[in-house]
C-alpha cells in the first residue's frame, strides 16, 4: 500500500488488485468448484450461492464451507496481495468473519444497492482519526471469471461510504443505469477489496458464461457481524490462517504479521 493506493481507496472505498492470483491458480480454484458437482444457480440472488461457512443467520449451522475442498481456497484467506491492504483497512489482527460463493448464469437479475455511510450502521463504518483508518465489515471479492460494464458483477457508488446523506432513491431505482454507479472491469485472478460502508451491489449478469467470485468477508479484531464465527476448516493451515479463526476481542490479539 504506497501512499496512491492509500489516498484512492480512501476517496473511493474499494481497490482492484489486479492479476493476484496466476492464470493456473484461477483454473485449479474452477476445476475444484466443478468437481463440486454445484446444482444449476437459480436467476434469483439468493439462489446464487455456494460453499457457505454456515448459514450467516443460524449459530447452530457450523460447516466450513469452500474452505474443505482444498488448500487453493486456504491460500486465498491471508493470500500475500491481500494482507498489507487489509492491516491498512481493519489494523492488525483482523479475523475473518464469514464466505461464501457466488454463481451466476446469463439472466441472473440484480442484486439491490446497500450500504452507505448515512444511516450509520454499527458493523459497517468508515473513518479517520488520528491519521488511521478506522473501518468495520470489509470484502475480498476474488474474481474466478472477467467481470465488468459490459457483462455485469460488482458495482457501486465510489465515495458513498464517506456520505452525510441517506442514497437518495433515484439513484437506487436507477441502480447500474445511474450515472452515480459504476460497474468497474475486474480481470479474472483479480480481487476487489471494499468496505461494506460503500452503498455497493451487483448488475445483472448478462454473460454466455458463469460468473465466479470467493467472498471473504473480514472484520477488526474485536467485531463480528454475524452470531456465529466461521469453523476452523478441516484441513492442514497454517499458524497464521489459524489466526484469523479466532473469536472477536482485542486485548492481546497475536500479531498477523512478522513485523
Not at 454463481?103 to 446497500?114: C, S
Not at 448515512?118 to 473501518?135: A, I, L, R, S
Not at 479474472?188 to 470467493?214: C, K, M, N
Request: charged residues 20%; hydrophobic residues 35%; aromatic residues 12%.
Amino acid at each position: 500500500m504506497n501512499e496512491l493506493d492509500k489516498y484512492l481507496f480512501d476517496i473511493n472505498g474499494y481497490m482492484i488488485i489486479e492479476n493476484a492470483l496466476e492464470q493456473d491458480e484461477t483454473t485449479e480454484l474452477n476445476r475444484l468448484i466443478d468437481a463440486q458437482n454445484l446444482p444449476e444457480p437459480g436467476l434469483a440472488t439468493s439462489e446464487a450461492r455456494f460453499g457457505s461457512s454456515g448459514s450467516l443467520f443460524d449459530e447452530n449451522n457450523q460447516t466450513a464451507g469452500y474452505l474443505d475442498w482444498g488448500a487453493p481456497f486456504n491460500n486465498l484467506l491471508d493470500h500475500p496481495a491481500i494482507m498489507d491492504p487489509l492491516r491498512f483497512i481493519l489494523g492488525d489482527g483482523f479475523r475473518i468473519d464469514h464466505y461464501y460463493g457466488i454463481y451466476m448464469k446469463d439472466g441472473t437479475e440484480r442484486l439491490r444497492l446497500h450500504g452507505g455511510n448515512t444511516p450509520f450502521d454499527p458493523p459497517e463504518y468508515y473513518h479517520f482519526q488520528d491519521g488511521k483508518v478506522f473501518n468495520g465489515l470489509t470484502v475480498v471479492a476474488w474474481n474466478l471469471c472477467e467481470t465488468g460494464p459490459e457483462v455485469g458483477g460488482f458495482c457501486c457508488v465510489p465515495g458513498s461510504h464517506k456520505a452525510n446523506y441517506p442514497c437518495p432513491p433515484e439513484i437506487l431505482a436507477g441502480h447500474e443505469q445511474s450515472g452515480s454507479v459504476v460497474t468497474p472491469h475486474v480481470d479474472a485472478g483479480s480481487a476487489v477489496i471494499f468496505t461494506e460502508a460503500l452503498t455497493h451491489g451487483t448488475a445483472p449478469w448478462v454473460a454466455d458464461y458463469q460468473r465466479r467470485s470467493l467472498l471473504f468477508k473480514y472484520s477488526p479484531a474485536q467485531q463480528s457481524w454475524g452470531p456465529s464465527y466461521p469453523p476452523m476448516p478441516g484441513v492442514q493451515l497454517t499458524d497464521r490462517q489459524k489466526n484469523l479463526f479466532e473469536k472477536p476481542y482485542f486485548a492481546q490479539r497475536a500479531s498477523l504479521f512478522d513485523d
